[in-house]
């Protein structure tokens, strides 16, 4: 019984690793100067002084963290594994949907003032950003984003198993985003960022499931 459970898991192991998207065939915006993608995990030296944030409370609009991505149209559910060698205030690392300069999330863990944060930059023409702070430093972090109609619902986990929502918020639909894997250093010199088990689930058109069942 043993053996058929160990083989069951192995099964289920290689499946993932199937269905998982590959790295190595997605596109950089903001390309760091050092990164590694090695048995499809990403390992990035995030970018000094870099972050995604437009003009609210703060006054300024900067764009230039390290983005690697690929690029998905209608409804689909992303997961992504993280971790970040956190040093300074505000260094991070993100989950990102793009649509443009203008209309965008990130969310992922986020170093504030000793506390290590569940935060979301939502951007459509000016950000928003909220927070949650965690008990403790957490090894990894794994965040999920699903793309339903005109919203994006944001999930955390500390396990990979069960999952927490922080945010529903409004995402335009009917546009092709980027997905991917983004970190970012505002305030300080860089740091070592890892992502793994990066996947991209395509759901189908809730409309068109509506239409099909009052239509049989």
């Known amino acids: 019984m043993k053996r058929i459970h160990l083989i069951l898991i192995s099964i289920c192991i290689i499946a993932v690793k199937a269905n998982a998207q590959k790295l190595n065939t997605m596109n950089w915006l903001n390309e760091p100067t050092e990164w590694e993608i090695k048995d499809n995990k990403l390992t990035m030296q995030v970018t000094p002084q870099s972050d995604y944030w437009n003009k609210s409370h703060y006054g300024f609009t900067v764009y230039d963290g390290p983005f690697l991505y690929t690029e998905r149209s209608g409804e689909f559910e992303v997961v992504v594994k993280m971790s970040g060698?956190?040093?300074?205030?505000?260094?991070?690392?993100?989950?990102?949907?793009?649509?443009?300069?203008?209309?965008?999330?990130?969310?992922?863990?986020?170093?504030?003032?000793?506390?290590?944060?569940?935060?979301?930059v939502h951007t459509i023409d000016k950000s928003s950003w909220s927070v949650l702070g965690l008990k403790e430093k957490p090894k990894n972090v794994w965040m999920?984003?699903?793309?339903?109609?005109?919203?994006?619902?944001?999930?955390?986990?500390?396990?990979?198993?069960?999952?927490?929502?922080?945010?529903?918020?409004?995402?335009?639909?009917?546009?092709?985003?980027?997905?991917?894997?983004?970190?970012?250093?505002?305030?300080?010199?860089?740091?070592?960022?890892?992502?793994?088990?990066?996947?991209?689930?395509?759901?189908?058109?809730?409309?068109?499931?509506?239409?099909?069942?009052?239509?049989?």
Request: proline share 3%.
């Open 144 to 216: 999920k984003a699903v793309r339903r109609l005109d919203a994006v619902e944001i999930f955390y986990s500390i396990d990979g198993v069960t999952y927490t929502m922080t945010n529903t918020v409004y995402f335009p639909e009917f546009k092709t985003v980027q997905v991917g894997m983004m970190a970012a250093s505002p305030d300080g010199k860089g740091f070592t960022a890892t992502f793994e088990d990066f996947k991209i689930t395509h759901l189908p058109d809730q409309r068109r499931l509506e239409w099909l069942k009052n239509n049989q």
């Open 85 to 120: 060698v956190y040093k300074t205030r505000f260094d991070q690392v993100c989950l990102m949907l793009r649509i443009d300069e203008n209309n965008y999330i990130k969310t992922g863990v986020e170093y504030v003032d000793g506390i290590y944060n569940i935060s979301t």
